[in-house]
């Protein structure tokens, strides 16, 4: 991961074409894609993806995300937020 570049790595259904209606919804929350890494699915025949941001906030990808049905999600923020 680069200092200009968040992830978010989520869980999808193929069968439903899940993948591409993630993808609407992260650049429609205002983030591009720099780069997608797809993971074989599992025994439950989920797959993953990782997406790579072009912005180094994923709070408002994880949000949509979450608000349309995706519940396994995991984002990597850019940037440390340092307590204290």
């Known amino acids: 991961m680069d200092e200009d570049s968040g992830q978010v ?3 999808f259904d193929e069968a439903r074409k899940d993948l591409d ?3 609407r ?8 894609i720099a780069d997608l890494r797809l993971f ?3 025994p439950d025949g989920m797959r993953c993806a990782l997406v790579r ?3 180094p906030d994923t709070r408002g990808v994880v949000l949509t995300l979450a608000e349309h049905g995706f519940s396994r ?4 923020g850019a940037v ?3 307590v204290g």
């Open 40 to 42: 074989p699915a599992g």
């Open 25 to 32: 919804l992260i650049r429609a929350s205002g983030a591009g």
């Open 21 to 23: 209606r993630a993808l």
């Open 53 to 55: 941001l072009t912005v």
């Open 80 to 82: 440390c937020n340092r």
């Open 9 to 11: 790595l989520f869980e």
């Open 73 to 76: 999600i995991k984002g990597y």
